[in-house]
């Protein structure tokens, strides 16, 4: 069964650190991995995918990367801003198992920007 | 348009009440999901449609009712639910594509059973 753990589960920063996001799975045998936004009571906001046969995805201050066969992916944000406060959430599409074609997420990494 | 649209916003049901939760999508996909997520956990699978017809039931209890009338429509219907059942459900939404699957979600509708 998959398992997807994130870490830490809460990051408080300075407005303009960079900092990073962990996230590890325990099966290796995914089609993508997909990194969410969530902020309080409010739906999710998909902010990069990374297809299984990719190393990284960019967009904006965001930098994701996937080592597929060691089962990791971080997500790297630049120049934090109080904006970015939210709860961030990694998630794998599964390729195998009893999970197939199901979306496995970690419980998430509680991020505040203070100014 | 990458939007997923979900109706009511807020829902408050007694235990006895008939209630229904409507999502709609747009951009052509045929796959549609519905997630539960209680306070500070991630989202949980409920119910997942392809090409209008249930592919994946979570052993879900009786009392939510899918439905998928159309390719842009899903509906969860609501019946006899107990206050364990208010959460936050989010309507979710994908190509049937093993190079994609990218999901789409709604803002979702809070629910609270009284």
């Given at each position: 069964?998959?398992?997807?753990t994130?870490?830490?589960?809460a990051?408080?920063?300075?407005?303009?650190?960079?900092?990073?996001?962990?996230?590890?799975?325990?099966?290796?045998?995914?089609?993508?991995?997909?990194?969410?936004r969530?902020?309080?009571?409010?739906?999710?906001?998909?902010?990069?995918?990374?297809?299984?046969?990719?190393r990284e995805?960019?967009?904006?201050?965001?930098?994701?990367s996937?080592?597929?066969?060691?089962?990791?992916?971080?997500?790297?944000?630049?120049?934090s801003?109080?904006?970015?406060?939210?709860?961030?959430?990694?998630?794998?599409?599964?390729a195998?198992?009893?999970s197939?074609?199901?979306?496995t997420?970690?419980?998430?990494?509680?991020?505040?920007?203070?100014? | 348009?990458?939007?997923v649209?979900?109706?009511?916003k807020?829902?408050?049901?007694?235990?006895?009440?008939k209630?229904?939760?409507?999502?709609?999508?747009?951009?052509?996909?045929?796959?549609?999901?519905?997630?539960?997520?209680?306070?500070?956990?991630?989202?949980?699978l409920?119910?997942?449609?392809?090409?209008?017809?249930?592919?994946?039931?979570?052993?879900?209890?009786?009392r939510?009712?899918?439905?998928?009338?159309?390719?842009?429509?899903?509906?969860?219907?609501?019946?006899?639910?107990?206050?364990?059942?208010?959460?936050?459900?989010?309507?979710?939404?994908?190509?049937?594509?093993?190079?994609?699957?990218?999901?789409?979600?709604?803002?979702?509708?809070?629910?609270?059973?009284?």
């Amino acid at each position: 069964k998959q398992e997807v753990t994130q870490i830490p589960a809460a990051l408080s920063v300075p407005e303009g650190e960079n900092l990073v996001l962990n996230c590890s799975f325990t099966d290796s045998a995914i089609y993508n991995l997909q990194w969410f936004r969530q902020d309080p009571g409010k739906g999710l906001t998909s902010l990069l995918l990374i297809q299984s046969s990719q190393r990284e995805q960019t967009s904006g201050r965001l930098n994701a990367s996937l080592d597929k066969s060691s089962g990791r992916s971080t997500l790297y944000i630049a120049a934090s801003q109080p904006g970015d406060s939210a709860t961030y959430l990694c998630a794998v599409l599964n390729a195998g198992g009893t999970s197939y074609g199901k979306l496995t997420f970690g419980q998430g990494t509680i991020l505040t920007v203070h100014p | 348009d990458t939007e997923v649209t979900q109706t009511p916003k807020h829902l408050v049901m007694g235990m006895t009440n008939k209630k229904s939760l409507k999502c709609e999508q747009h951009m052509g996909h045929r796959a549609m999901y519905w997630y539960k997520q209680k306070a500070k956990k991630p989202p949980e699978l409920m119910f997942v449609y392809s090409y209008e017809k249930l592919s994946i039931n979570e052993s879900v209890p009786s009392r939510f009712s899918p439905e998928c009338p159309n390719s842009s429509l899903l509906n969860l219907h609501l019946h006899a639910l107990q206050p364990e059942d208010s959460a936050l459900y989010l309507c979710a939404s994908s190509q049937v594509s093993q190079s994609s699957y990218e999901q789409y979600f709604g803002p979702g509708t809070r629910l609270t059973v009284t």
